[in-house]
């Protein structure tokens, strides 16, 4: 009798301590590793969105994306009763919560997605100094964003550090060179023109068989083919 009470004791008290342990590891992930994370980032004057634990700024993003929608309806229907609106600005139209965010807080700032930290980056001049200093090529790059879009780019230069990201690095360069942009220039010129050609096309109407003759005239490699 005495044997199982002290092994009931023994059971008790490591089950108590594995769980305490457990639940300790969880608020130092999910509290106060980003507690520590967003008093830094405000510390070296990066400054966002205020986060919400535990979801971050992921309430204010959809928030913003049903606003978008909302106005973008109205937008249209009041476009069909008069002259239709058209809206070259992308990113405000996808991304509506960067776009506000950026008219805050600039064109540098940290925005969070859940308890993980993101930096968003518009301005070609610091990724430039930023880039600069990094060290060993080692980027500081989350592992949520690594696991989470690993199956869309694969183990490609957004995804990789280190010595690997200067191989990818070292063999895609040749491939920016003036040289080789110059030589695809003309290929470049030829498929928008095609494409505006089309596009006029589709706007007013026409017959079908004249998007397949200015595909033909247009096809760059059409002279390769034939010589």
């Known amino acids: ?17 594995l769980f305490l342990f457990a639940v300790w590891k969880v608020i130092d992930r999910c509290w106060v590793q980003p507690l520590r994370a967003y008093r830094k980032l405000r510390k070296n004057g990066l400054k966002g969105p205020t986060p919400v634990f535990p979801l971050g700024n992921l309430g204010e993003m959809k928030k913003s ?4 929608r909302t106005s973008s309806s109205s937008s249209s229907s009041a476009a069909s009763k008069g002259s239709p609106s058209v809206t070259h600005d992308i990113h405000s139209t996808v991304f509506p ?21 993101f930096l968003y980056i518009a301005d070609p001049e610091f990724l430039k100094q930023m880039s600069t200093g990094v060290v060993g090529k080692s980027w500081g790059k989350p592992t949520v964003f690594k696991n989470d879009r690993e199956p869309m780019f694969g183990s490609g230069l957004l995804m990789i550090e280190g010595d690997e990201w200067a191989h990818h690095r070292h063999i895609l360069t040749p491939a920016f060179s003036p040289a080789n ?13 095609a494409q505006k050609d089309l596009l006029f096309i589709c706007r007013n109407k026409h017959a079908l068989f004249l998007v397949e003759s200015i595909l033909i005239r247009y096809n760059p490699w059409k002279s390769n083919i034939s010589n």
């Open 65 to 68: 994306v049903m606003n978008k």
């Open 1 to 17: 009798m005495e044997i199982q009470l002290f092994l009931f004791k023994v059971f008790f008290t490591t089950s108590v301590v």
């Open 97 to 117: 919560f960067f776009a506000q965010w950026q008219k805050l807080h600039g064109k540098v700032f940290a925005y969070w997605l859940g308890v993980e930290p």
């Open 181 to 193: 942009l110059k030589v695809s220039l003309s290929y470049l010129n030829a498929m928008i023109s």
